[in-house]
């Protein structure tokens, strides 16, 4: 029978583990890697070489995960302020800022090395300037001065596709650059569908998110007018010829619902509806890019 001792030093070990699992956001981090990975199905005809695909994705999810942690750090005093966020590691002491950096440094450089030595350099250099533009241009600069941060910061957001496209050719393709287009006018609707329920937190905190620093109803509006932006932009891939006729029928009906959303939270808006808006938005991105890779391997 295991010792009262070793019992206490299992559960401790997995609930420091656990708590450095959380500084990574996992889940944001899931569809980032996903999105990562599709780029590089898309980048062939054929499939992806095996060591690219499984240290490029690793690799990828290590530095991703890191700027997350680095977000984490910086952030710990609004993060306390805020109801969602107040029960994050830093926040509840459950870490401090020494563990929290060395973590996500060392993650990150795992993550660099990776990409360095079994991918390509152009990747480790695209994913380290994904890496400074997550956790320094928007953590720092953006997020707390400007209420176009998250249209600017998306950028870093939206780079997956081209981090997983630039593993397997080696380049950055225009396929490739249509693919983080889509990323980037999504991120509006995705992130202000919650800040639209989340507008007192966001002013308590002092952040200038767009309903803070501008109403709720020109919110409201933007994110109408981004869910159409999105629409004409999901079309480019079939414009193209990068994409047929699975993908086109998927992002129709995708684009429908989300214009649907975007035009009852301008005309009809209640909290509810911005709340299941921001779920749809998660679902959205995650089932256009599933469709992207359907397509690319069944010809209809
Ligand atoms: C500047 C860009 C972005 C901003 C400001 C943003 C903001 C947010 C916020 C505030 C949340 C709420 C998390 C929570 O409930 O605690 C969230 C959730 C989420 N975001 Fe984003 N996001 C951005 C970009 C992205 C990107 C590029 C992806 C993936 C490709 C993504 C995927 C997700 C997912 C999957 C969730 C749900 C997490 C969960 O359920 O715990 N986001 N985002
Ligand atoms: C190297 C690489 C691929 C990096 C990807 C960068 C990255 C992790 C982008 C995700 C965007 C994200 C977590 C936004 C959350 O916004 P927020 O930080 O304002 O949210 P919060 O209020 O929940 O902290």
């Not at 959380?22 to 992806?48: Q, S, Y």
């Not at 805020?82 to 563990?99: I, K």
């Not at 200038?208 to 994110?223: C, D, E, R, S, Y």
Request: proline fraction near 6%; include cysteine; charged fraction near 10%.
């Amino acid at each position: 029978m295991p010792s009262v001792e070793k019992v206490k030093a299992v559960s401790s070990f997995s609930h420091v583990a656990k708590q450095y699992w959380t500084l990574t956001k996992p889940r944001v981090v899931a569809l980032i890697v996903f999105c990562a990975v599709i780029g590089m199905f898309l980048a062939t005809p054929d499939l992806p070489n095996a060591q690219v695909l499984i240290a490029g994705t690793l690799g990828i999810w290590l530095v991703a995960g890191a700027a997350a942690a680095f977000n984490c750090l910086v952030e710990q005093q609004i993060d306390a302020k805020m109801a969602r966020t107040r029960a994050r590691p830093l926040p509840r002491g459950e870490l401090n800022s020494v563990q929290t950096l060395v973590f996500s440094s060392l993650v990150g450089g795992v993550g660099v090395w990776i990409l360095y030595v079994f991918v390509n350099p152009l990747t480790m250099w695209l994913t380290l300037a994904t890496f400074v533009g997550y956790a320094i241009i928007y953590t720092l600069l953006l997020k707390p001065n400007t209420p176009q941060n998250i249209v600017i910061g998306g950028a870093s957001g939206a780079m997956p596709p081209v981090l997983g496209w630039a593993a397997v050719t080696n380049s950055v393709s225009p396929e490739a650059l249509v693919l983080f287009l889509i990323i980037f006018v999504w991120t509006p609707p995705h992130f202000w569908a919650l800040a639209l329920y989340r507008t007192q937190e966001y002013a308590r905190a002092g952040l200038p998110m767009l309903p803070v620093t501008h109403g709720a109803a020109f919110t409201q509006f933007h994110v109408f007018l981004y869910t159409i932006m999105l629409a004409a932009t999901t079309l480019i891939p079939f414009a193209m010829k990068m994409s047929g006729l699975i993908y086109l029928a998927s992002a129709v009906v995708l684009n429908a619902i989300f214009i649907g959303y975007g035009y009852k939270i301008w005309k009809n808006y209640s909290d509810a509806l911005a709340k299941k808006a921001f779920t749809y938005s998660i679902a959205y991105l995650a089932f256009l890019f599933a469709a992207l890779l359907v397509d690319h391997y069944v010809a209809v």
